[in-house]
Structure formats: C-alpha cells, structure tokens
C-alpha cells in the first residue's frame, strides 16, 4: 500500500491543522491505521490510532483530548484533526498501515508492526 500524508504546515500555539493520509493501491478498510511522528533527534512514536471494522480510536496520552483520527474507507483516507497545537507538537508526521492487524478492536503502538508508510509532513509549532 501506498500512503500520501498532507496538511502540515506552520501554525502559532493554540491553533489547528487537520492531516489528511491517502491510500494507494490498495484498500485500507481491512487495516489498522497509525499516525506517528519525528522530532529531530527523537525516536519516531505513536500518536494516534484507529481499528478497522469497529473504528476505536487510540492516542497517546499527551494529545487526549487534543487530537481526533478518524477514516473515510469509501475514500481509502485517514485524518488527523489536531487542535490546541503547543510547540512540541512539531514533528514530521507519518501514517501507516497494519495491513495484518491481530485484532479489530485495537491497534498497535509499535512502528514495526505497520508495513505501509507515507512519505510524511511537516508539522512546526511557533509564534
């Protein structure tokens, strides 16, 4: 599968950006879909998640609240919605595809566990 990520941008604390990931090649509504991020010098990590079949919606603890994931199967998208955006927030933002998921109900935190990624977008937060 082939990902496209767009959206990002520079945006001042406290305002929005919504990342939109495109799918080529094949159709995601059987995967479970990630939205990962780099900041220099950092490991990349989890962000957000979202099953396939039931659509639970997973995020790492420091954008609860903040940040939506949802997906649009019949248009083979995914989205971020991040609102409240605070300055370490800036990242390279990536999506990916677990075209194996071991269950519908969850998704996976770990980066290994996606085969499919998109070429990512930048994200910087700053006045």
């Known amino acids: 599968v082939q990902l496209q990520a767009s959206g990002g941008g520079l945006v001042q604390p406290g305002g929005y950006l919504r990342l939109s990931c495109a799918a080529f090649?094949?159709?995601?509504?059987?995967?479970?879909m990630g939205w990962f991020r780099q900041a220099p010098g950092k490991e990349r990590e989890f962000v957000a998640g979202i099953t396939w079949s039931t659509s639970n919606t997973f995020y790492r603890d420091s954008v609860l609240g903040r940040f939506a994931v949802s997906r649009d199967d019949p248009k083979n998208t995914v989205y971020l919605q991040m609102n409240s955006l605070k300055p370490e927030d800036t990242a390279v933002y990536y999506c990916?595809?677990?075209?194996?998921?071991?269950?519908?109900?969850?998704?996976?935190?770990?980066?290994?566990?996606?085969?499919?990624w998109g070429q990512g977008t930048q994200v910087t937060v700053s006045s």
């Open positions: 990916a595809a677990d075209t194996r998921p071991e269950s519908p109900r969850r998704v996976s935190r770990d980066p290994a566990a996606y085969d499919g």
């Open positions: 090649g094949r159709i995601i509504a059987d995967c479970a």
